[in-house]
């Protein structure tokens, strides 16, 4: 009986504290469900893939080309663009477009028609198709890649018809190409109908020729049976050994950064409980000099811890953080004091450090998911991707990923930087009012 008792005790303190209930329930349910509606929605049975963004160029503007890029259009888990709009007016993309909104960040991936297409099918060669992207994102490339694939097969047929029939002819001669063409369509009509689809889909090439040979095309041999030859062309990060260790370090970083600050900036309630406060009121110091001290020295702190694990990005991971000095000091500063900041208003509106503990954790880690600490932003759902950009992460991650991943340079960064900057003035002007108004009248 005296156990149970005793086992009773603790389950009613236990219940007392929202704290621990907000940690051992509401925290786990709240990351679950992040995870859940990032990696596979709300039980739903559905692949995932909700019409990735692709940029469509067609340089040959033939019958060929137009009828392949409807065919990529009309997928459902792709989005095709083929028109941008600018000023009020509307224009078609080019390839030198297409490139520089991959590079920038804009578009994550494009495919090309290169021109010449239509030609190559008719004089028996096999023309080319390039997939232009961003190796950041190499699941989004991947899924492209796959599709044109399927495309090509299952939706032009009688391309490879056509070229088959070709080479048959060359190989063969006049007379036994037309008995094999008679054959082979006999054969496909009696066993699959209008598809193929026992035919085995091949891998793609890398890419690195001129414009010129892939308009020209290349022969197609009677053991290869792909009608089209997908092409990859990597616009990013050629030199670089791995494109995830900017997503990683920068992520990592900014996110226990957060832990960081946070704690830090409540000292200012154990400072409270303490009488550390009460005493430093009763010296020359002002209470805004106070809180302004703690904010310089949590900032200084966040700087330093970043300047640290960049450092460690640079040994380990070989991160190249040397490509714009300025243009990153000035992204850790502004990432260091939106950081810093929040942590004040977090410990200003809690009532005691342990508070802010348990909510910084839900907040922090919540804000890791939705902003692109923990993974890539891409991957998460569109109506999450807006949610995220009201996240410290997720402006710091572009900051940071546009210098190491994409050259950017200071003023490129600048419009990252500056809302990181407003949103610490905001934080910074609501925590002094806080504290001003609890820390320094009870």
């Not at 929202?18 to 925290?27: H, K, Q, R, S």
């Not at 709240?30 to 995932?48: A, E, P, Q, Y």
């Not at 340079?409 to 949103?423: E, K, N, W, Y």
């Amino acid at each position: 009986m005296r156990l149970w008792a005793l086992i009773q005790k603790d389950i009613r303190i236990f219940l007392k504290h929202p704290g621990a209930l907000l940690l051992t329930f509401i925290v786990p349910m709240v990351i679950t469900l992040i995870f859940g509606m990032v990696f596979g929605g709300f039980g739903s049975s559905s692949s995932g893939i909700k019409g990735i963004l692709v940029v469509g160029v067609d340089e040959d503007q033939s019958e060929y080309s137009k009828k392949l890029m409807k065919s990529i259009g009309d997928l459902e888990e792709i989005r095709l663009q083929t028109e941008y709009t600018k000023n009020d007016s509307t224009f078609f993309y080019t390839t030198d477009l297409m490139n520089e909104h991959i590079k920038k960040g804009k578009r994550h991936i494009g495919i090309r028609i290169a021109k010449g297409f239509q030609d190559s099918i008719k004089t028996g060669l096999r023309p080319h198709v390039v997939i232009h992207y961003d190796p950041k994102f190499p699941i989004e490339q991947g899924i492209v890649n796959g599709l044109l694939q399927r495309t090509v097969f299952m939706q032009m047929p009688d391309l490879m018809q056509e070229q088959l029939f070709k080479q048959a002819d060359e190989y063969l001669g006049v007379e036994r190409g037309q008995g094999f063409r008679t054959d082979l369509l006999s054969t496909l009509q009696d066993y699959f109908g209008t598809e193929v689809r026992s035919l085995e889909i091949p891998t793609t090439s890398s890419f690195t020729e001129s414009d010129s040979a892939e308009a020209e095309g290349e022969r197609f041999g009677m053991g290869d049976i792909a009608p089209i030859r997908i092409r990859s062309h990597q616009l990013l990060g050629v030199d670089v050994e791995n494109p995830m260790f900017a997503q990683s370090v920068a992520g990592v970083a900014v996110m226990f950064l957060l832990f960081s600050v946070s704690g830090a900036a409540s000292s200012l309630l154990a400072e409270k409980s303490d009488g550390t406060i009460k005493r430093l009121m009763i010296s020359p110091a002002q209470s805004s000099e106070i809180l302004w001290s703690k904010a310089i020295f949590i900032m200084l702190i966040g700087i330093f811890q970043l300047v640290v694990m960049f450092l460690f990005g640079w040994i380990v991971f070989k991160l190249d953080i040397f490509k714009d000095v300025p243009a990153l000091l000035v992204m850790i500063f502004s990432t260091a004091i939106s950081c810093s900041t929040l942590g004040m208003l977090l410990a200003a509106a809690c009532k005691s450090q342990k508070q802010v503990d348990e909510l910084s954790t839900l907040l922090i880690l919540g804000m890791s998911a939705l902003g692109g600490s923990m993974f890539p932003s891409f991957i998460i759902p569109s109506y999450l991707q807006v949610i995220g950009r009201f996240t410290l992460n997720h402006w710091a991650m572009a900051g940071f990923t546009n210098i190491f991943w994409r050259d950017m340079t200071l003023v490129d960064i600048l419009p990252q930087a500056g809302v990181l900057i407003g949103a610490s003035v905001v934080f910074l002007a609501i925590a002094h009012w806080l504290f001003k108004k609890k820390l320094f009248t009870d």
